[in-house]
């Protein structure tokens, strides 16, 4: 079965310091890509970052970064320097290549709070 | 560069009354476009996917149903809401169906069944 798993509920950051939210995918497709959205409190999905299945490096994007471990099947995203307006929740998702639909499966989500 | 419109943004409606919620994408042409669910604090649940005009397919079966009348256009429509309707409904497009490529998201509407 596809499935992604957050496992954090809810966390807390100081402001400027480096945060990880975890993320586990379950896929026995060779051919995924791993998706990173942050949802403020206004509701709006906002794409972060994406890793694919095949990608050799860790995907990268201003403060954000995503630690891929394929053998893990994790892909933890980390921001860095952290600033008050990170507070939000974040999911993980992911898209396989078998799916006809396209569709994101996304996890439960983590609330992030930063604290001044 | 891409937008996506959704409409109203919030809409609170009686049990048994009709669902129309609107979406729109400008600055691309024939898009895959998408209708999520998410329920209060929980991740999004696919609905209705679209990959051309008339053309809808339907991943969980529901009260509700969807129409792309247009390229840009994706509706959501309920003839008979029920209390379980109640959620926050994304509307979302991309450029394609393979693994890499990233949802854009709307607005959101939130819609509360009384």
């Known amino acids: 079965a596809q499935k992604i798993t957050q496992t954090q509920p809810g966390m807390f950051v100081q402001e400027k310091e480096a945060v990880t939210l975890d993320c586990t995918y379950d896929t026995s497709d060779p051919s995924y890509g791993l998706f990173w959205y942050k949802q403020p409190s206004s509701g709006e999905m906002i794409f972060l970052i994406y890793q694919g299945s095949y990608d050799q490096q860790n995907a990268t994007e201003g403060r954000y970064s995503l630690n891929f471990q394929k053998a893990r099947k994790s892909a933890n995203l980390v921001i860095s320097a952290s600033q008050l307006g990170d507070s939000a929740m974040y999911f993980c998702a992911m898209r396989t290549g078998s799916s006809n639909t396209g569709k994101l499966i996304f996890g439960q989500g983590t609330t992030l709070q930063v604290k001044p | 560069s891409q937008t996506i419109h959704q409409w109203p943004a919030t809409l609170v409606q009686p049990v048994g009354s009709p669902l129309s919620l609107e979406c729109t994408v400008e600055g691309t042409s024939n898009p895959n476009l998408y209708w999520y669910r998410q329920a209060a604090g929980r991740g999004l649940q696919l609905l209705f996917y679209?990959?051309?005009?008339?053309?809808i397919s339907s991943e969980v079966p529901q009260n509700l149903s969807a129409s792309r009348p247009q390229d840009r256009q994706f509706i959501l429509s309920s003839k008979k809401l029920l209390l379980s309707d109640s959620g926050f409904y994304l509307c979302a497009w991309g450029p394609g169906q393979g693994p890499g490529e990233t949802q854009y998201f709307g607005p959101g509407t939130r819609l509360l069944v009384l």
């Open positions: 679209s990959v051309g005009i008339g053309q």
